[in-house]
Each structure stands twice: as C-alpha cells, then as structure tokens.
C-alpha cells in the first residue's frame, strides 16, 4: 500500500524558507518521478515541480523558479522541497504525489506566508 507522509510545514513571514518533506513507503520509491503540488483556499490543486527518478531532471511552474528547490534521497525514500523567499501568494495545503497530479497524494502539510 503506497504511503506518503508530508512535514515541515508553518507559519512564515514573507521572504522567510521552509523545507518541506515527504517520507514514502509501501512501493519501490526510487522508479518513480515525484512531484510536489498544492492546493490554496478556495482554489483547485495545482502542480508546483517535479523531478525524475534518478534525481537528474526536475521541472518548474514559473511561479516558483528560482525560489523552491525540489530534491530526492532515494536512500531515505525522502522527498524534499526547499522553499526560499517565500511569498503570501505561496500559501497553500502541499502535498507530495507519486507520479503526477493524478497519482496518489499524502495527507498534505499546511505553508501560511504572512506578516
């Protein structure tokens, strides 16, 4: 049973970082592209990045690039997405997904960016 556990989130001022990350278990952790997507108030889900098996390749919504940093240990079956700079628009309930927008999610860790 494929298992995704999200932390790291809080409460952060603006231009503030966070490091999120997203323990996988229960399926082969290394063979799977993995991405990072969020869901702000009101809104629908949206896809922040992405990052291939290997760790080689990894992919941005123009939103984010040049501030948020995803990675992977495949060692620690670990995820990881380091956020810089982080602004209000930012705010968002973030979840680690196998796969993409349609594969299967953690419960999600809540980021609030605000004065």
């Known amino acids: 049973q494929v298992q995704l556990e999200e932390s790291g989130g809080g409460l952060v001022q603006p231009g503030g970082s966070l490091r999120l990350s997203c323990a996988g278990s229960?399926?082969?952790?290394?063979?799977?592209?993995m991405s990072w997507i969020r869901q702000a108030p009101g809104k629908g889900p949206e896809w922040v990045c992405d990052?291939?098996?290997?760790?080689?390749?990894?992919r941005y919504i123009d939103a984010v690039k040049g501030r948020f940093t995803i990675s992977r240990d495949n060692a620690k079956k670990t995820l990881y997405l380091q956020m810089n700079n982080l602004k209000p628009e930012d705010t968002a309930v973030y979840y680690c997904?196998?796969?993409?927008?349609?594969?299967?999610r953690g419960p999600g860790t809540q980021v609030t960016v605000s004065s």
């Open positions: 229960g399926y082969e952790f290394s063979v799977y592209f």
């Open positions: 997904a196998r796969g993409g927008l349609q594969g299967p």
């Open positions: 990052i291939t098996s290997s760790g080689e390749r990894t």
